[in-house]
């Protein structure tokens, strides 16, 4: 039993010394590092006690020193591993370990540390140790008793590690957005677990899936296709689309004003409501969100696929990065000649981004690492929106044209915090939830952000060779906070009901073209996975030959059937929210409904039922592997390496040469970064109260 503690303490301090020294957790509190370093102890200690049952002594003591080498290496191998790719490994990879060593190539010598001889030199001294009998092995079998004693004590301890890590962040195993967070909270050996049963549950569903069951999977799609609007397909053909997410926007705050104490109304989003009224957009004011678990990724499946995410879990972690798709870059890169890149000022692995993203087709991917990210400009989430935008610049101007590029802004994310520099003064709500307080202000930074991101498309000469899509991805204030958020929709907290929750499940969907005169404000009743037929269309492509499961919001077939993930539904007369039937038009919920309204019901449930499982059979199945009529060439992740991206474009910029369509080589070599402007909120206030000053006279 010494022999086994003596063990135990020593993977626990390699355990907390690569916490601290080679990993990169985001520790955000005395709670977190509390729960990082008890994280190891379950763990050891039950894998330990395996060879507590063994009863012959030199037995037990090998079994000991084996299982402390396994987990040794495999905490050495994701050291190493996430040195290159600041990522921990996975059973897939290990299964791949051939492409993993292949992708380290000549820089596998580099990614060792002198110290690393801290991980593996206690070996050597146990064994000398034990020969040379400084270690004396007692020839005495431990009690059965004892081992299992042991072996309980690590169940109960993880238990407690577990209870605290969902204490801290709730849903961890349901969502598992990060594998950062796993290990965080509970560590190494229990993430691979984690891993280990969720890989063979995805690959037992796959492996019993086959080409028959398109069949059913194309039937659906042929009949629930809608034709495109003759007037409007093709109005963007060959313009760049640039997708600016708007994290956590709801569609409520669309021309809101927010009072403070003083009475005083303050137009919380002023930009982007000038966007939302503009005759160059077409805009939605029923457009509805559709995620579930995965939110932000979820969106991302949803927008650029057509596909909705999984019921449990976020699609980006547990199959991104082993599926088959038909994404938006692929498909433009593949048909169009498009080039396409994601911005985000977070880590490349949070949901799992930097493997999934290959498999979409992205040719680049600029994740946190090519940003100045610091304590002052960011938070838990990334960089802060407006460095975020004016640092991608120096990226998107390098980028061939055409292009696909998608810009994840993340600053009006929970727990919306006041900001406390020059960015601050939009006032706060008064609310007794400080959640709902902030989120206010947050969302008035976004807008401003996005207004100088748009300012710079127009002196760079990117703007009007654009379409510029602008979405929210999910809600911002969750059901549980609405009653808190009712006074200030102008309805009491009594009165809210499931009808009220479904409502805000609106969020801002606009298509931006510039030079087009014909926007507006479109009623039409959609979700998330109809935007990318829509898209598709304005830019002229056709998609009947795709697996897309949305239909067209411009086309005179669309159902206005809107599906949420765990099968309510939006119609424009009805909602069906939580079990209950609402009327539209009072908000009132229907409890005799007549039979042909209940039978108009039972149909739109099933079709929503039905879309529902075609997404899951398609996404669960990995069904798109056997499809090939829509032409495409199935992607190859290996191709893609996220690690150089600046440089690769401004190779491809060079090797093009007079040939090059980026916006650098269209401004003679000269870098339009300059021409990005940034204020702070008291520079905005001043340069309102003069324009206005100005109006006066």
């Given amino acids: 039993m010494g022999f086994f503690f003596l063990l135990a303490l020593l993977f626990w301090l390699k355990n907390i010394f690569a916490y601290l020294v080679d990993f990169h957790l985001g520790i955000e509190s005395a709670v977190q590092y509390f729960i990082l370093f008890i994280n190891p102890i379950a763990t050891t200690l039950l894998l330990l006690s395996i060879a507590l049952y063994v009863r012959r002594t030199k037995a037990a003591y090998i079994t000991m020193i084996l299982i402390y080498f396994l987990m040794t290496l495999l905490l050495f191998s994701n050291v190493s591993y996430y040195r290159e790719f600041t990522d921990f490994i996975t059973i897939n990879t ?102 280990g049963v969720q890989t063979y549950q995805a690959s037992q569903v796959r492996a019993e899936a086959s080409p028959n069951d398109m069949n059913e999977v ?105 599926n088959t798709f038909e994404a938006a870059p692929d498909i433009l890169g593949q048909t169009e000649g498009y080039t396409s890149a994601v911005f985000h000022g977070n880590t490349g692995t949070f949901w799992n981004r930097n493997e999934t ?101 127009k002196e760079s000469g990117l703007y009007d060779n654009s379409v510029i899509v602008l979405y929210g991805d999910h809600y911002g204030i969750s059901n549980s906070r609405n009653k808190n958020l009712a006074e200030l929709l102008g309805k009491s907290s009594a009165s809210w009901s499931n009808y009220d929750n479904a409502a805000l499940q609106r969020v801002p969907y606009m298509i931006h073209i510039p030079g087009q005169t014909n926007g507006g404000i479109n009623h039409t009743y959609g979700g998330q ?48 929210y939580g079990g209950t039937l609402y009327s539209n038009s009072t908000g009132m919920p229907i409890t005799n409904p007549s039979d042909a309204l209940q039978q108009q019901v039972d149909d739109w449930k099933a079709k929503v039922d039905k879309q529902l499982s075609v997404s899951d059979q398609i996404n669960n199945g990995d069904l798109l592997r056997f499809y090939a009529k829509s032409g495409l060439t199935e992607v190859d992740p290996d191709s893609y390496n996220y690690k150089d991206g600046l440089q690769q474009m401004l190779d491809t910029e060079s090797s093009l040469g007079d040939k090059s369509t980026s916006v650098f080589s269209q401004n003679g070599g000269k870098s339009t970064v300059d021409l990005y402007q940034s204020k702070t909120y008291k520079e905005y206030e001043e340069q309102i109260q003069q324009d206005n000053s100005q109006s006066k006279d």
Avoid: C
């Fill in 94 to 195: 290990m299964l791949g370990a051939g492409k993993v060593a292949s992708g380290l190539g000549e820089s596998a010598i580099r990614l060792f540390r002198p110290y690393d001889v801290l991980y593996f030199i206690d070996f050597i001294i146990l064994i000398a140790a034990l020969v040379m009998k400084k270690i004396k092995m007692d020839t005495r079998p431990v009690r059965a008793r004892m081992a299992f004693a042991m072996s309980t004590l690590a169940v109960m301890v993880f238990s407690a590690n577990l209870f605290m890590a969902e204490a801290d962040r709730p849903e961890l195993l349901t969502r598992t957005f990060s594998r950062d967070y796993l290990v965080k909270y509970l560590g190494i050996n229990a993430f691979t677990v984690y891993d």
């Fill in 529 to 576: 996975v109809d935007a990318l037929p829509t898209l598709l269309h304005l830019l002229g492509v056709d998609t009947s030959n795709y697996i897309q499961l949305g239909q067209d919001l411009f086309s005179d077939e669309n159902e206005q059937l809107v599906a949420f993930r765990d099968g309510d539904f939006v119609t424009p007369e009805y909602t069906y």
């Fill in 218 to 322: 194309e039937s659906y799609v042929k009949s629930h296709y809608a034709e495109p609007n003759d007037d409007l397909f093709g109005i963007a053909k060959g313009k760049n689309v640039i997708y600016i997410h708007l994290e956590s926007t709801q569609q409520f705050l669309i021309d809101y004003k927010l009072k403070d104490e003083n009475g005083v109304e303050h137009e919380v989003m002023p930009f982007i409501n000038s966007l939302y009224h503009s005759d160059s957009t077409f805009s939605f004011d029923n457009f509805f969100h559709q995620v579930k678990a995965g939110k932000t990724s979820d969106a991302e499946t949803l927008f650029e696929n057509s596909l909705f995410g999984l019921n449990q879990g976020a699609l980006f972690t547990q199959l991104g990065g082993k």
């Fill in 357 to 457: 993203y290959k498999r979409f087709g992205y040719d680049y991917f600029f994740d946190a690492s090519y940003y100045d990210v610091t304590d002052e400009n960011s938070f838990q989430y990334g960089l802060h929106d407006k460095p975020f935008f004016e640092q991608s610049a120096q990226y998107l101007e390098h980028l061939q044209q055409p292009f696909y590029a998608k810009f994840l802004a993340v600053s009006n994310h929970y727990p919306y915090s006041e900001f406390t520099n020059d960015e601050g003064g939009f006032p706060l709500a008064t609310t007794s939830d400080e959640t709902i307080n902030g989120y206010f202000a947050t969302a008035n930074y976004l807008d401003k952000a996005v207004e100088e991101f748009f300012n710079y498309l």
